[in-house]
T-cell receptor, first 118, second 114 residues
Framework: DGGITQSPKYLFRKEGQNVTLSCEQN?????MYWYRQDPGQGLRLIYY???????QKGDIAEGYSVSREKKESFPLTVTSAQKNPTAFYLC?????????????????FGPGTRLTVL | AQSVTQLGSHVSVSEGALVLLRCNYS??????LFWYVQYPNQGLQLLLK??????LVKGINGFEAEFKKSETSFHLTKPSAHMSDAAEYFC????????????FGKGTRLSVIA
């Protein structure tokens, strides 16, 4: 089955450490996204990539970095510069044409990674 | 820039009662509008999407939403709530189809009382 996987599901970080969250998709989608979710805040866009080797900052990119070396993969690094990284992180992708649900250009989401700073 | 406002961070209904979750958008051009559902500690699942083909959009699990341009609204409804509908619901807007990032509302948590 096609879909998006995120790992790990739970991640604990000590202050001052960098951590990398994995996002992989086998939907052959061109565009991928990273969102941060905090209680009562909805989803806020961190970074997005519309094509391999290219990415753009979202609304809250400070303290985060990404790479897009392969179409299938869009890892997110939470750096020590991110002062309040505890949150639920969601990866999504979207591609051209009709998606499996029948809705054109549906944005598919992964199951999320919950990051906690100790 | 486009934005989304969801009225009510928490809505509680009795099982079998009407569900109404409110969403108003701000956009200078006709938007694409979405409703997503999220169960605890999971990703988001698309309920339905408005793309100007029809003002009343039917989605999964018995949900539907009506686009009202004059009111800049896209409220989500379901005639009869089920316990399994308890979740968080997000309204989102995009100006364009394709790969443009969505702008999300802050979400409404729906509780269903037996």
């Amino acid at each position: 089955d096609g879909g998006i996987t995120q790992s790990p599901k739970y991640l604990f970080r000590k202050e001052g450490q960098n951590v990398t969250l994995s996002c992989e998709q086998n939907l052959n989608h061109d565009a991928m996204y990273w969102y941060r979710q905090d209680p009562g805040q909805g989803l806020r866009l961190i970074y997005y990539s519309q094509i391999v080797n290219d990415f753009q900052k979202g609304d809250i990119a400070e303290g985060y970095s990404v790479s897009r070396e392969k179409k299938e993969s869009f890892p997110l690094t939470v750096t020590s510069a991110q002062k309040n990284p505890t949150a639920f992180y969601l990866c999504a992708s979207i591609g051209k044409g009709r998606a499996t649900s029948g809705v054109r250009n549906e944005q598919f989401f992964g199951p999320g990674t919950r990051l906690t700073v100790l | 820039a486009q934005s989304v406002t969801q009225l009510g961070s928490h809505v509680s209904v009795s099982e079998g009662a009407l569900v109404l979750l409110r969403c108003n958008y701000s956009s200078s051009v006709p938007p694409y509008l979405f409703w997503y559902v999220q169960y605890p500690n999971q990703g988001l699942q698309l309920l339905l999407k408005y793309t100007s083909a029809a003002t009343l959009v039917k989605g999964i699990n018995g949900f539907e939403a009506e686009f009202k341009k004059s009111e800049t609204s896209f409220h989500l409804t379901k005639p009869s709530a089920h316990m399994s509908d308890a979740a968080e619901y997000f309204c989102a807007v995009s100006l364009y189809s394709g790969n443009t990032p969505l702008v999300f509302g802050k979400g409404t948590r729906l509780s269903v009382i037996a």
